[in-house]
């Protein structure tokens, strides 16, 4: 149980465009999903928190207008990183948490982003 | 602050037992977390302490010290797949997870 799904696993996209990356759980509801971004050789860096039906809440430093985030559902949560350029170039990763088992992260398998 | 500190990498010998430490300061404190990465995937959770004391897992376990701000993954009888980056992370009072750089362990044959 709880697992976490991000589609798509990897995408390469020219600079200046739009990219939407999905995190679903699927067996479960998420009260809260978080959204990380992991450069090479670093630790995660939490990018912003949503709850189901309300804004995101984001981190000092990431810009909201530049990364969409929609908490659709209690399964499903979407980001959008806007007129992405080379330095957006990263692995995405999502968490789910559903509330319980003292909040604890089920991470999906994460999402490479190559902006060329 | 908050703050989490723990190596940044460490070398050990198949078979043998490695222990990587973590120290923690945050904002209030619901709970240690030890999550296992390796390289390209996402992190995979291995353990959660919030009392004080060693909880044992298989070849894992993981001790915690509230008063010290202490925490130790512990791994037995190391094998090669054991080669991951090890994340310490502390809850905050709001739940927040505040994350380590990582501990890249090597295992050598």
């Known amino acids: 149980g709880a697992v976490v799904s991000q589609h798509p696993s990897w995408v390469i996209c020219k600079s200046g465009t739009s990219v939407k990356i999905e995190c679903r759980s699927l067996d479960f509801q998420a009260t809260t999903m978080f959204w990380y971004r992991q450069f090479p050789k670093q630790s995660l860096m939490l990018m912003a928190t949503?709850?189901?039906?309300?804004?995101?809440?984001?981190e000092q430093g990431v810009e909201k207008d530049k990364f969409l985030i929609n908490h659709a559902s209690l399964t499903l949560s979407t980001l959008t990183v806007t007129s992405a350029h080379p330095e957006d170039s990263s692995f995405y990763i999502c968490s789910a948490s559903r509330g319980l088992d003292y909040n604890e992260q089920f991470f999906g398998p994460g999402t490479r982003l190559t902006v060329l | 602050g908050q703050n989490i500190d723990q190596p940044t990498e460490m070398t050990a010998t198949e078979g043998a037992i490695v222990q990587i430490n973590c120290t923690y300061q945050t904002s209030g404190f619901n709970g240690l977390f030890w999550y296992q990465q390796h390289a390209g995937e996402a992190p995979t959770f291995l353990s959660y302490n919030v009392l004080d004391g060693l909880e044992e897992k298989g070849r894992f376990s993981s001790f915690l010290s509230r008063s010290k701000g202490y925490s130790y993954l512990l791994l037995k009888e190391l094998q090669m797949k054991d080669s991951a980056s090890y994340l310490c992370?502390?809850?905050?009072?709001?739940?927040?997870?505040?994350w380590g750089a990582g501990t890249k362990l090597i295992i050598k044959p």
């Open positions: 949503s709850n189901e039906g309300s804004k995101a809440t984001y």
């Open positions: 992370a502390a809850s905050d009072s709001n739940y927040q997870l505040i």
